[in-house]
């Protein structure tokens, strides 16, 4: 195993201190000179061989003032070449002591071990305790220390120290998984419910890209709220995530509707009608028996909420239950506007699209009837994007997306049938 280096620093007003820590902790030729010789006469067993190739090697720097080291360790931090450990000591007069100091260092680093090197009694560790926290990265040394105590502590602080960053390490790696790993059950769990909605929108050609303005619209009314009026405290940034994800299915329990009512050209009868609103139903029914089986029931209650109640009025005047005012779900409540909306401005196989301003106008006569007047205010904040959306639906194809058209055209011509 090859041996770990380690920077070391310390901070001590007695230059002699400085070369002593080096003597001890630091190989010099010398030491490499009697090694050699010692070797030499005596032998070397391979344990002793190992046991030396795991020293650790220390890279020293040193201060003789606290200000000076604390700006050293500064730098350390600064360039991402940090310290494993300090050694300073506690009185170092005229400039502040080793108490400060430690406490100053650990502002900037507060990972790094420090040894409190001291040779008199006036500060207990009582009194030192007041000034720095309890901790395992803090240790005391009296001077005069013995060589092999040093070597001792050094080896201890600087192996803790690459255990903890070994740990942090470990740590970050495995949160980067888990939220790669969460990352990807969201984005399947979108694909599952957005090509489950995709299906009973199928049904009818006519919707075009229902789903994702759907979903758009709902973004545009959350952002708002989730700043301005009543709701902001309840509109968390994961809440309106979940609202917007959730109000593509809104429309599902249409799967159960048949085709003579869902497709009619002209305007339902009252039994027909009543046909039709059962898809809210549906939809709620079939979701909550999905929930029972699966791990995004979280998910899935909004959807549930979505399902059942987005065709409630704000007066009570709605379906299925006849709910009213803020008896209705937030999640509902949006979701209304923005499904009204996309649905008057849209051509259906029952009539023709309304120009965006004629829904704006309608939608907002609606407030407090039909919708939630703070859901209304939201929606005329956010009046420009709303209106960018709608027209670029109903704008014709750009030139480039024709020929590309044309070109597609030309290739399953030209390609032989099977």
């Not at 310290?83 to 007069?93: K, L, Q, S």
């Not at 005391?140 to 600087?158: G, H, S």
């Not at 405290?233 to 593509?248: F, K, M, V």
């Not at 499904?339 to 023709?352: G, M, P, W």
Request: aromatic share 8%.
């Amino acid at each position: 195993m090859p041996q770990q280096q380690f920077r070391i620093i310390t901070i001590d007003d007695n230059e002699a201190i400085h070369d002593d820590y080096r003597k001890v902790l630091c190989a010099s030729s010398q030491d490499s000179e009697l090694t050699e010789a010692t070797e030499f006469l005596f032998g070397e067993t391979q344990e002793q061989r190992l046991s030396d190739s795991s020293k650790p090697i220390y890279q020293i720097d040193s201060a003789l003032q606290g200000v000076q080291g604390i700006e050293l360790v500064k730098q350390s931090v600064s360039e991402n070449r940090h310290y494993a450990c300090a050694f300073v000591d506690v009185r170092m007069p005229p400039g502040i002591d080793g108490v400060e100091t430690s406490k100053r260092i650990w502002e900037i680093d507060p990972d790094l071990p420090i040894v409190l090197c001291t040779a008199y009694s006036d500060r207990s560790w009582e009194d030192i305790s007041c000034h720095l926290d309890r901790t395992d990265k803090l240790l005391i040394l009296k001077k005069p220390f013995d060589p092999l105590e040093l070597r001792q502590v050094a080896a201890a602080q600087t192996a803790r120290w690459q255990l903890s960053k070994t740990v942090e390490q470990n740590t970050n790696l495995l949160e980067t998984r888990v939220l790669e790993r969460t990352n990807e059950i969201v984005d399947t769990r979108d694909l599952v419910f957005f090509t489950l909605a995709r299906l009973a929108e199928s049904r009818d050609p006519e919707t075009g890209h229902h789903l994702e303005r759907i979903e758009g619209y709902t973004r545009l009314l959350t952002q708002w709220l989730s700043k301005n009026g009543p709701y902001q405290n309840t509109l968390t940034d994961r809440y309106c995530n979940e609202i917007c994800r959730s109000s593509i299915l809104h429309d599902i329990g249409k799967v159960g509707i048949p085709d003579s009512v869902l497709l009619k050209p002209g305007r339902l009868s009252r039994d027909e009608f009543e046909i039709m609103k059962q898809h809210t139903n549906i939809g709620a029914e079939a979701l909550e028996d999905s929930a029972l089986h699966s791990e995004f029931s979280d998910f899935l209650s909004l959807a549930i909420e979505i399902a059942r109640y987005h065709h409630e009025k704000y007066n009570g005047s709605g379906y299925p239950h006849g709910l009213s005012g803020n008896d209705i779900p937030l999640s509902a409540r949006i979701v209304a506007v923005a499904d009204v909306f996309d649905a008057l401005t849209s051509e259906r196989i029952y009539k023709k699209a309304m120009p965006p301003e004629e829904a704006r106008l309608l939608i907002l006569s609606e407030s407090g009837e039909h919708f939630d007047p703070e859901i209304v205010a939201a929606f005329s904040a956010q009046w420009d994007a709303f209106k960018q959306c709608a027209d670029r639906q109903h704008a014709p194809p750009t030139a480039p997306l024709v020929g590309q058209l044309l070109a597609q055209v030309q290739n399953s011509i030209a390609t032989p049938s099977h």
